[in-house]
């Protein structure tokens, strides 16, 4: 590019982002205007935090094994868009759920923006990954290929486990039964084929506790700086787990249903010098599992405001905000949801 | 952003593109500076292309099994970036190879630009995907929970394998021996950790023949329009297949370093139509598996241009390009080569 020119689209984006990127928008219209047109990255690209490595001897099966051999695993892939000035506000951190990857948070399952693109239209640094042993992070066939081969037996088999859509449909709270909808449901149910081939082979269950995301994500504020860390249901725990670990650079946590919050009657100093949120969608009472993980996150959020902490739980059908799902990030009204989130988290740095 | 600006922008973006996004850049001091300053992007996001529903009775294992449930398999994710005026030239789809995911084509594992932007920054919508079964488009986990709770035997479990850091240094011809480098090397060993995290385990073995990803590139050129299709090591074949199967908006077919090209006896009626350019890199006469296989692509297109196809053969060394391994996208003059594969579509385009 020209040198001119160069000067003059940074001097561009400069002017953008004061009249337009960092002025909190509050209305829908404001929201819809922040979507459009072209989309300016400073730097973009992706790497890996964490791993450790090990050596195997059954890196295939039969004919294919091959000699013993070294591989790594417990990576976490993260790809990341920084858009000009993100100096000026916290990194985002954005960490999906069970069965599925980072594309969560992208373009959503009826083609409207993600969420991944939507903070770094509203200025931030914002870096989505993929949890250890799922998607672009490396899992380990040894077992299954040793189990093949009959050097291990069959109770060594990795738990490995994917959601079925009549599962999913539930436990996202689409409805009542599978195919069946709740009422004002904002989650396109039209386009849900494409949320199912979102989800993929899961084995955090046979993970090692915390799982391998947890530490990467300490690491990962350490390497970027100031971070928001923003979770969903499976992951909701982590970023609580990262902060009693290490909470450096850790500068709020945002818990998008987690499956669980932590126990409200631990200790509660860790958690007190971070501003905390804590979220829920609607029809949790049609929902006996939900519910009971809402009154446990009510529960610490109230034990933590009671001990001085910074924590809110917000359940958007009580603030007006009806008919969202589990998967709110798609939900039809998902760039409102994440309107709110920038609200908060420029509200919760002062 | 307020209107004007936003007009200012996009005559800003064209000027942009006129002085410097599609002129032909040869030299490595113009490569160098296309590749900074800000990007701008007039779409971005990812979808899925294919895919089948699958029903399981093994969705998870032991208790977690759950009930009967559908899930879908065989989809390919792909996520894209579109530059301004990206209309005027074919797109471009990036095919990993084996044991990796779209990863391979992001950030170098030492953090240069990859391929991915490199070719935005060129001026064409860009498709990086996932192969079906690998990363971020699903692996069905159904067969590993029956065969661990004893529904099916163990010879029903599936081909799953990963690359050794000691096997994939040799066979990328980083070196002779694990640790030892070929002169001149231009891959950045120093940062080799960071690759060996993008391996993952691999289903391609077991699945039918064609892989599952070959119909869907046919299906994503429908959806997307021109496409030039550019393979890696393991789907090197991939491209070719979906040609014969549906020539339909498939621009030309770039293989680098493909595992295997197709057999010069068989019927070429089918490649004769479409621009193809196999590209090879160095040290192949010290690695005796890589020998064979160019000798089978230079078959190949020696048949295919005897028979008038638009073929070619580049091997790199032959040119003057010294010390690239197999993993040259990656390789210190990755956007070097890059920026000839520009100049090879612009050309084949006339």
Redesign the interface.
């Known amino acids: ?2 040198p001119v ?2 000067a ?3 001097d ?2 400069l ?2 982002v004061l ?2 990127g960092v002025a909190p928008a509050t209305s829908l219209a404001e929201q819809a ?2 979507t ?7 730097k ?5 935090i964490g ?1 450790r ?1 090990q050596l ?1 001897t059954s ?3 039969g004919k ?1 094994a ?7 695993v417990d ?1 976490v ?1 993260v ?1 990341y868009q920084t858009p ?1 000035r993100a100096e000026m506000q916290p990194n985002i951190v954005l960490i999906h759920g069970c069965c599925l ?3 969560s948070w ?2 959503t399952p009826d ?1 409207r ?2 969420w991944d ?1 939507y903070f770094v239209r509203r200025g931030f640094s914002t870096y989505v990954l ?1 949890q250890a042993w799922r ?8 077992a ?2 040793a ?2 081969d ?1 050097h291990l037996p ?2 060594s ?11 999913a449909w539930v436990l996202f709270r689409f409805g009542p039964r599978y195919g069946e909808t709740f009422p004002g449901l904002q989650f396109p149910v039209n386009a849900a ?2 949320l ?6 899961d084995y955090a ?1 046979g993970l090692p506790k915390p799982n391998p995301t947890v530490p990467a994500l300490a690491q990962l504020a350490q390497r970027i700086g100031p971070s928001v860390l923003i979770s969903h249901s499976q992951s909701g725990i982590y970023p609580f787990q990262a902060l009693v670990a290490d909470p450096r650079n850790i500068a709020g946590i945002i818990a998008i249903e987690p499956a669980a919050c932590p126990d409200s009657k631990a200790e509660l100093m860790p958690y007190k010098g971070t501003p905390i949120l804590v979220l829920f969608g609607d029809y949790i009472a049609d929902s006996p599992g939900w519910a009971h993980i809402l009154q446990g996150c009510r529960d610490y959020v109230g034990a933590l405001k009671a001990a001085g902490g910074r924590a809110e739980l917000l359940v958007l059908p009580e603030t007006g905000i009806k008919g969202n799902s589990h998967m709110l990030m798609q939900d039809f009204n998902s760039l409102q949801i994440a309107g709110l989130l920038v609200d908060w988290i420029r509200n919760s740095g002062r």
């Open positions: 590019m020209h020119l160069r003059l689209v940074i561009l984006e002017s953008i009249l337009g205007s922040l459009e047109g072209p989309l300016v990255i400073t973009q690209g992706s790497f890996f791993g490595e195997s890196l295939g099966r294919s091959g000699p013993p051999g070294t591989i790594t990576q892939y790809r000009p990857t980072g594309k992208e373009t083609g923006m993600g693109e993929d998607g672009r992070s490396a899992a380990d066939p040894s299954i290929n189990v093949a009959g069959i109770e088999l990795p738990t490995e486990s994917s959601a079925s859509h009549e599962g084929d494409q199912w081939k979102q989800m993929v082979p269950g």
